[in-house]
């Protein structure tokens, strides 16, 4: 890098601070968010089929954790991570098709995203509670 | 011997992550991948809920269910280390830290990956 001539440093991309908080801005953020969200929820993805595939025992230790309020926590919020970015990331696919991109219609997907994600994550863990239920 | 072709033209296209529009691609074809497998993953989750070892074996030995498992876990461990990746590139700027988290981000999705792909094939395998 030529830093002898950079006298002042280079702009960065748009400060945070000085623009108002949009629904498209939030929703750009709450992807990142929630993909990384999704990164660290793997391990718990991983330590539950782990648990399956070693044994009673193992189960039995993940299953403590997941019955207590941590746990489904944690659940609960993987799966609205879930749900959310898999909405967010269909809205990227239709922008990426050139689709949507002008600002009534990106504000739009924006909500729906959002709506969509809560409510089809309470719909899901109804259904689940449900289901529990059914088998005790 | 010395190339016929400038430096210009060996870094044309590769814009600023090095390795050109590759990583976009990939992460759109495993983002697509990754739409009905999770909500295959959804639905087995909510018919697993409160349900014991026995069953929970059972349900993610069966074939289909395995094979689903499966793929979900190479599609979405390609797609997240992508995006770690594009993560990282964004905020972490020393070339040495960089590299660090880089490497770091493989080897995490690496060993997650491969993990998964291993307990799902013990049990199917074995049931
Ligand atoms: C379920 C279907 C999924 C879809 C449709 C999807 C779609 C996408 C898309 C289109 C992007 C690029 C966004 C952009 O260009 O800014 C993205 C980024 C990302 N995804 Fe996914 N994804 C899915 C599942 C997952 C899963 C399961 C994980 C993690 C285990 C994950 C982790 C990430 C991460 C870490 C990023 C980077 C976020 C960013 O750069 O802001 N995604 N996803």
């Known amino acids: 890098m030529s830093a002898r001539f950079r006298l002042r440093p280079r702009p960065l991309s748009p400060h945070l601070l000085i623009y108002r908080l949009t629904i498209t801005m939030a929703m750009s953020i709450v992807h990142r968010l929630t993909g990384v969200v999704l990164y660290l929820g793997s391990l718990f993805f991983a330590w539950w089929i782990v648990a399956v595939s070693a044994g009673q025992k193992s189960y039995a230790v993940f299953d403590l954790f997941a019955a207590s309020l941590p746990g489904k926590t944690i659940i609960f919020g993987f799966v609205w991570a879930l749900i959310h970015h898999m909405l967010g990331g269909i809205r990227h696919l239709i922008w990426d098709g050139g689709l949507w991109i002008n600002l009534p219609e990106a504000r739009g997907i924006a909500w729906v995203t959002l709506i969509g994600s809560v409510t089809l994550a309470l719909t899901a863990w109804i259904a689940g509670a449900f289901i529990r239920t059914l088998i005790q | ?127």
């Not at chain 2, 030995?61 to 993560?87: C, D």
């Not at chain 2, 590299?99 to 998964?116: D, E, P, Y």
Request: proline share 2%; with cysteine; net charge positive.
């Open chain 2, 1 to 127: 011997m010395t190339s016929m072709r400038t430096p210009r033209r060996r870094v044309r296209g590769l814009g600023a992550a090095g390795s050109g529009t590759g990583d976009f691609w990939l992460q759109r074809v495993t983002a697509i991948v990754n739409v009905p497998l999770a909500v295959g993953f959804l639905a087995l989750l909510i018919a697993l809920s409160g349900s014991n070892f026995d069953t929970a074996r059972t349900w993610i030995g069966n074939p289909i269910v395995a094979l689903m498992l499966i793929l979900l876990t190479f599609s979405a461990a390609l797609h997240m280390r992508l995006g770690m990746k594009v993560i990282i590139e964004d905020y972490v700027h020393g070339t040495i830290l960089k590299i660090a988290c880089l490497l770091g981000n493989t080897l995490f999705s690496t060993v997650v990956g491969v993990s998964c792909i291993y307990a799902i094939l013990r049990v199917s395998l074995s049931s």
